[in-house]
């Protein structure tokens, strides 16, 4: 339904918030933030997506993921809950080719 990017920031999809909304109930808005976290473990630089949601009263998900060109690097898979998700996907070790970037999503 949405999500962040480490290139583009913010982003939702429209018809996938419509649709999520279309059961009758009434939610809050879901609040979602993202960002990418950084170290150096033995030497090597590592990086990892690290999301959080808030969608309070609906049964949701946060998804952290590490890809390059729309490749997955790593994955934290969905992580679903009601009211508040957080997700965070392995670290990616920078191999000199591939560096990765962070994207988290979610929806319901």
Request: proline residues 3%; negative net charge.
């Amino acid at each position: 339904m949405g999500g962040w990017s480490e290139e583009d920031g913010y982003f939702v999809n429209p018809q996938a918030y419509s649709k999520a909304m279309e059961d009758g109930t009434t939610y809050a808005s879901p609040k979602h933030t993202g960002k990418a976290e950084e170290r150096t473990h033995n030497g090597t630089s590592q990086k990892r997506a690290h999301g959080w949601t808030t969608w309070v009263g609906k049964y949701h998900y946060t998804r952290a993921r590490m890809e390059d060109w729309g490749a997955i690097l790593t994955d934290s898979g969905r992580q679903w809950g009601t009211d508040g998700t957080e997700a965070i996907s392995p670290w990616w070790s920078f191999n000199g080719d591939t560096l990765g970037s962070a994207r988290t999503y979610y929806g319901s």
